[in-house]
T-cell receptor
Framework: GENVEQHPSTLSVQEGDSAVIKCTYS??????FPWYKQELGKRPQLIID?????GEKKDQRIAVTLNKTAKHFSLHITETQPEDSAVYFC??????????FGPGTRLSVLP | DGGITQSPKYLFRKEGQNVTLSCEQN?????MYWYRQDPGQGLRLIYY???????QKGDIAEGYSVSREKKESFPLTVTSAQKNPTAFYLC??????????????FGAGTRLSVL
């Protein structure tokens, strides 16, 4: 079955710097890769996603890149702000079936 | 809020008691999921259902049971066999297949504690 690894487990950056979180997956059949942001005590919220037919996707300060050959995808946050502090989860899925989540990255943006 | 409603928000279980967590969605999604989240940890899959009257065990199904009698509803029962039920429980749903946007939406969660 699918296995998703995520690094780093914790990340601290200065406000205004960039943050990068990387995930690797094992099943080459996976074709949908979402990223979720979870604030303390709240539900995970989708922030960006990418399909396997696309190499990169951007939404304002957030971007995701996908390398199908190496089976890894990364979340890039530029110009970080204190409100970006949260836990971020990546996931892999085959057409919305059987989502497998990474263990999460706790991002702290220091003012 | 994504059209998924979980209730109750907080639940307390006495020892030896079975409790049921409710999850209802109005998104017309085929697939529904239950996850358990312990403090500071990731999401662990308990059960999932791709279609009405069918469901599969996830990674930590022992001590839990589910039913999927209606497309909109996927209740989770935490049985007395689950010896450490204290956790945050999240329900989710998604559409599956190549013709759909496969976003998985989450409910607001139920926080279960043991008395």
């Amino acid at each position: 079955g699918e296995n998703v690894e995520q690094h780093p487990s914790t990340l601290s950056v200065q406000e205004g710097d960039s943050a990068v979180i990387k995930c690797t997956y094992s099943d080459s059949a996976s074709n949908y890769f979402p990223w979720y942001k979870q604030e303390l005590g709240k539900r995970p919220q989708l922030i960006i996603d990418i399909r396997s037919n696309v190499g990169e996707k951007k939404d304002q300060r957030i971007a995701v890149t996908l390398n199908k050959t190496a089976k890894h995808f990364s979340l890039h946050i530029t110009e970080t702000q204190p409100e970006d502090s949260a836990v971020y989860f990546c996931a892999a899925s085959y057409y919305g079936q059987n989502f497998v989540f990474g263990p999460g990255t706790r991002l702290s943006v220091l003012p | 809020d994504g059209g998924i409603t979980q209730s109750p928000k907080y639940l307390f279980r006495k020892e030896g008691q079975n409790v049921t967590l409710s999850c209802e969605q109005n998104l017309n999604h085929d697939a529904m999921y239950w996850y358990r989240q312990d403090p500071g940890q990731g999401l662990r899959l308990i059960y999932y259902s791709q279609i009405v009257n069918d469901f599969q065990k996830g990674d930590i199904a022992e001590g839990y049971s589910v039913s999927r009698e209606k497309k909109e509803s996927f209740p989770l029962t935490v049985t007395s066999a689950q010896k450490n039920p204290t956790a945050f429980y999240l329900c989710a749903s998604s559409n599956t297949g190549s013709g759909y946007v496969n976003i998985q939406y989450f409910g607001a969660g139920t926080r279960l504690s043991v008395l």
